[in-house]
T-cell receptor, first 115, second 113 residues
């Protein structure tokens, strides 16, 4: 069965510092991978997605992620964070085929950016 | 503006009561989903529908029911059989062709009195 694991539940970081949010997935078949962001008391917004092709994916708000098949990872990075990046971040995997909308989510990582 | 509207934003349920959460979309999406969010557990799929008058159970469907009488609407009923209903409920939609990208509503927080 597919699963998605986010290795850190909370990541505190100072403003303008780099950040990496870690995500590992398990699957015996090809997967599509996503990062979503959730601001307090709101729904989720898509940051970026990997479907195929280049393993380095660029998203909105200066975020990027790298798909690593050998390590089954899809870590999210930003070289310099802002206070406004404070939010919860979810890694997710599609079940593939015609089940693409049925995502499997990780547990979430709370990013806290301090001045 | 196109989007997904969930109502109410906050909902309280009494013991033994059924409550219904509303989800409406004007994005002309075929597929709609209900997810439950609990702290530290991420999101889990309750029900989904890819076409009007048809829906399927997700991973945690027990204690919930849905209907899909119109393309735009996918209400979720939390029944009295759901013994731990306190959670944040998120509705989402997508097209079938590009169904990997989900568009989410702003959620309903359900609490038990």
């Amino acid at each position: 069965a597919q699963s998605v694991t986010q290795l850190d539940s909370q990541v505190p970081v100072f403003e303008e510092a780099p950040v990496e949010l870690r995500c590992n997935y398990s699957s015996s078949v090809s997967v599509y991978l996503f990062w979503y962001v959730q601001y307090p008391n709101q729904g989720l917004q898509l940051l970026l997605k990997y479907l195929s092709g280049s393993t380095l994916v660029k998203g909105i708000n200066g975020f990027e992620a790298e798909f690593n098949k050998s390590q089954t990872s899809f870590h999210l990075r930003k070289p310099s964070v802002h206070i406004s990046d404070t939010a919860e971040y979810f890694c997710a995997a599609s079940r593939g085929g015609n089940q693409g909308g049925k995502l499997i989510f990780g547990q979430g990582t709370e990013l806290s950016v301090k001045p | 503006d196109g989007g997904i509207t969930q109502s109410p934003k906050y909902l309280f349920r009494k013991e033994g009561q059924n409550v219904t959460l509303s989800c409406e979309q004007n994005l002309n999406h075929d597929a709609m989903y209900w997810y439950r969010q609990d702290p530290g557990q991420g999101l889990r799929l309750i029900y989904y529908s890819q076409i009007v008058n048809d829906f399927q159970k997700g991973d945690i469907a027990e204690g919930y029911s849905v209907s899909r009488e119109k393309k735009e609407s996918f209400p979720l009923t939390v029944t009295s059989a759901q013994k731990n209903p306190t959670a944040f409920y998120l509705c989402a939609s997508s097209t079938i062709a590009t169904n990997e990208k989900l568009f989410f509503g702003s959620g309903t927080q359900l609490s038990v009195l």
